[in-house]
Every structure is written in C-alpha cells, then in structure tokens.
C-alpha cells in the first residue's frame, strides 16, 4: 500500500502549526517527543521530522513527497519545487535591514557594502536586479547581531513582528517578499502517491476556508431578506426559516472573516437582530 511521506520542521512554530493542520483535517497522529518519524493511524501517511533547511533537498530527491515548509525556504533552495498551496500561517517577510543611524534613501545607497544574510541565494538574485554589487557575508544564526559587531553594513533576513531588529538597533528599509507556510511537493512524486496527497489537499482547502469565514444567524423582517442576501454571498444563497413573529425570518449564511465587522454594522442598520456568529470547523464547497 502506498503511503504519503510529508516532511515538516522538527521544531518551533511552524512545526506546531503544520501538525495543528493536520490533526484539523483529521488525521491522528502517532508522534511522541523527539521522534524523528511519526504515522497516523486513520490515513496513508508517514511525518518526518526535519531541519527545515534540508526540506527542500529532500523534496527534490524525492526522500520525501511533500512537506509543509515556509516558501522564503523554496525561494533560496528549491525554486523549481511545485508549491500545492498556500496554507495561511507562519507569515514573516524577508527583509533588509541597517542600523538605526543609517541614512538610507534608497536601494543604491547599500551600493559596495557588506551585507550578512543565511539566504545568499535570495540576495544575490535581487541586489542583481537591481544592478547594485553588495560583498555577500553568509552566515547562520542570529544574523541580526552582525552589524553590531561590525561584520556587516547590513543584513537580510526573516521579518515577523520587528522585535528582534528593535533589540538590535536596526530598522526594516525594503521587503525584498512575503512568506507564508506553503504544501510543497516532490517532483518525484509517484502517481499512486499524488492520488492520496490529492485527497489530504482537498481536507486542508476544506479547513483553511472554514478558517477564513464564520457561520452567522439573524433574525430580520421579511421585507429586509433581499437586501441582507446581498451582502452575504459567500453561498450561493442564505437558508430562510420563518419564525413565530408575523412578518419575521431567521436567516442562516456564511460570512468571510476579513468581512465581519463592516457587514455586522450594515446588517444592523438594516435591521437585524439577534445576530450571533459561530466558527465553522470545516467548509466543502
């Protein structure tokens, strides 16, 4: 029987995040501590635990068929690996980054100096494009430390909240992308193998769009249903069920999250009342 081998960082929030998904997609997992290999009971797949940086080596010698990895990763290590989808978590930005006392106008201005970065691959393919020559000093660990210790001029690194550049004296001048988690696969994977992680795709785009909308109830007059319909088109229409009160409906639809308050608001003024908001587990479409 064919099993789905799917790498994932063996550590740190994005571990917890990839294994928090899975289990949303129903899949029990048989992982204890300091594993390096876990399986599910309830469904064809085999977890290993990597370092996230061997992720994308792994994919492209088919060690592995897929794996949930930060695409700033892809970017650096394996852009010719197929991204399945986007999963909405771990977000961060790859950043440059000078110290505080810079004075900086534009990208021209690093023009000759040295920059320190784990990501080598990414620096050189955008200082090129932007024909400015940088000295490359490439380096693991806490990046952020190195202009402090005069080893760099400035650095290029993973940019979440800008706290660990605050501490460092340093402030955020370009984003070089965006990142977020993604499901990357091998481009060895067998066909047999593609079918199985074809249905766990279909589970996690079920997740991810319940995640992103909310299940809402109201009860508005009769003659107000048209226009409330109109402004809730996640469905292809709102479930109407009348209630006791003459000229009265309880009205049953979704909402998209990044939606919420501005429709609670329009709804209001239209007239609705005892709205209540519900989150949704999963959401088949």
């Not at 997992?29 to 940086?53: C, H, M, V, W, Y």
């Not at 950043?95 to 050189?124: C, H, M, W």
């Not at 329009?266 to 989150?279: D, H």
Request: some cysteine; proline content about 4%.
């Amino acid at each position: 029987m064919s099993i789905l081998k799917i790498a994932v960082q063996k550590s740190g929030r994005l571990n917890e995040d990839s294994i928090q998904i899975l289990k949303d997609c129903g899949i029990s997992i048989n992982n204890g501590n300091d594993q390096l290999k876990a399986g599910a009971t309830n469904f064809p797949l085999e977890i290993l635990f990597l370092r996230n940086s061997d992720i994308p080596q792994y994919l492209i010698d088919g060690v592995v068929d897929a794996a949930i990895v930060g695409d700033n990763l892809l970017i650096e290590k394996g852009k010719n690996i197929h991204v399945a989808e986007k999963l909405g978590f771990s977000k961060c930005k790859v950043s440059i980054a000078v110290p505080k006392t810079f004075e900086y106008n534009s990208i021209q201005d690093l023009d000759g100096l040295r920059i320190a970065t784990s990501y080598p691959n990414t620096v050189n393919d955008y200082f090129n494009s932007k024909n400015v020559q940088v000295d490359l000093h490439q380096i693991s660990g806490s990046v952020e430390i190195a202009p402090n210790i005069g080893l760099a001029d400035a650095i290029v690194d993973i940019v979440s909240s800008g706290s660990t550049l605050f501490k460092n004296n340093l402030k955020e001048v370009e984003v070089i992308f965006k990142s977020e988690a993604v499901l990357a696969v091998s481009p060895k994977i067998t066909t047999e193998v593609q079918i199985i992680l074809d249905k766990l795709q279909f589970r996690i785009q079920s997740v991810l769009k319940a995640r992103k909308s909310k299940y809402i109830l109201m009860n508005l007059p009769n003659d107000k249903i048209e226009e409330v319909s109109r402004i809730l088109p996640v469905l292809k229409s709102p479930t109407i069920m009348p209630l006791t009160k003459e000229g009265w409906s309880s009205l049953h639809s979704v909402i998209e999250e990044d939606a919420f308050w501005d429709v609670i608001e329009q709804l209001k003024q239209i007239g609705a009342e005892g709205i209540l908001v519900v989150p949704i587990e999963k959401m088949i479409l």
